[in-house]
């Protein structure tokens, strides 16, 4: 049975509707574009993919200090199975500094297609 939701958006946009991730830090079920994907790295740390590039496995979570709070006490945990420390503030640090640089990557990608 497909959700309420689901038919608005297939009437709207005339096509089957975007992919839905869970946040792991209130679990409510939303549209990957409004979600921030947040990877695990090399070195332990969670690093912000804007881009959707990185592989493996990947957590989403959404852009609010108070889900970002909920996943880092436990969210990130149970999604990446292993033990995950960080602040919330770091968070917003990785989210600035992969916002630059999907930026600057964009632009240049423009310069070079003029």
Do not use: W, Y
């Amino acid at each position: 049975m497909v959700e309420p939701k689901q038919e608005e958006e297939r009437s709207e946009l005339g096509g089957k509707p975007g992919p839905r991730r869970q946040c792991a830090g209130c679990a409510k079920r939303d549209d990957a574009d409004d979600l921030l994907r947040v990877v695990l790295g090399e070195n332990g740390m969670l690093a912000v993919d804007l881009a959707d590039s990185r592989f493996g496995r990947g957590s989403h979570v959404h852009a609010s200090k108070e889900c970002m709070q909920k996943a880092l006490r436990g969210g990130f945990a149970k999604v990446f199975k292993t033990k995950v420390e960080g602040t919330v503030e770091e968070l917003g640090e990785q989210i600035v500094i992969s916002a630059d640089r999907r930026i600057e990557g964009l632009l240049a990608g423009a310069r070079r297609g003029k």
